[in-house]
Every structure is written in C-alpha cells, then in structure tokens.
C-alpha cells in the first residue's frame, strides 16, 4: 500500500486549498480512506473519511467548510478545505484500511486514528490570520 499527499501550502484565512492523495498497491474501491490531521504538540486527529461504501463522517470542527470525494478509478483520495482558520493549520494526512470502515470515532466526531493501518508522509497545511 502506497499513499501519496500533495496540495498543501500556505494560504490566508478564508481561503481554499485541495489536497489529493494518489493511492497505489491495493484494491481501491474496497477500502477505507480518511483524512487526518496534526498540529504541532497535538494528537491526531480525524478529518473526515469515506467508507467502501461512500458514506462520509467529518470532524465537528470542519462540517461544512470541508469535503471529502474520492475517483475510484483515478484511485485518488480528494480533501476540499474552504472557509480555512488558523486553526486548520497541520500536518495533514491521509490514511487506508481494509476494513472497509472507521470501527470508532475521536473525540472530535472524525473517524478514530485507531481505524486504519496504512498512510502517507503527509502534506503542510498553513493558515494565517
């Protein structure tokens, strides 16, 4: 299993960045995938995923300002990030599991960390005031 983040950079607050997550050595359209993010002296946490099935969960903290998507056939792995805050500002992440779906959530309402096996180097999200 491969996982490849690309997209990240420095915007200002209010803006938009979309991250993309090339996915390579394994069945694609059975997996789980999320996006998970952590900042500097923090735990990580989950962003947002979507199921083998195409059921979506997001964080409290990022419904409606984030979208997840994916293109099976592109076996790419998609994180829309509008409305973005300072506080957005991480090491973001993306992640894959076998199992088809997150088993649990953080503490935040994202898919928990815990869920999945496989992930990328991550790609720097900043935001600044």
């Known amino acids: 299993v491969q996982l490849a983040e690309s997209g990240g950079g420095s915007v200002q607050s209010g803006g938009s960045l979309r991250l993309s997550c090339a996915a390579s050595?394994?069945?694609?359209?059975?997996?789980?995938m999320g996006w998970f993010r952590q900042a500097p002296g923090k735990g990580r946490e989950g962003v947002a995923g979507?199921?083998?099935?195409?059921?979506?969960r997001y964080a409290d903290s990022v419904k409606g300002r984030f979208t997840i998507s994916h293109d099976n056939a592109k076996k790419t792995l998609y994180l829309q990030m509008n409305s973005l805050k300072p506080e957005d500002t991480a090491m973001y992440y993306c992640a894959a599991s076998d199992g088809g779906s997150w088993y649990a959530l953080d503490s935040g309402g994202g898919p928990h960390p815990a869920s999945f096996g496989y992930w990328g180097q991550g790609t720097q999200v900043t935001v600044s005031s």
């Open positions: 979507i199921d083998s099935g195409g059921s979506r």
């Open positions: 050595g394994f069945s694609y359209s059975s997996y789980c």
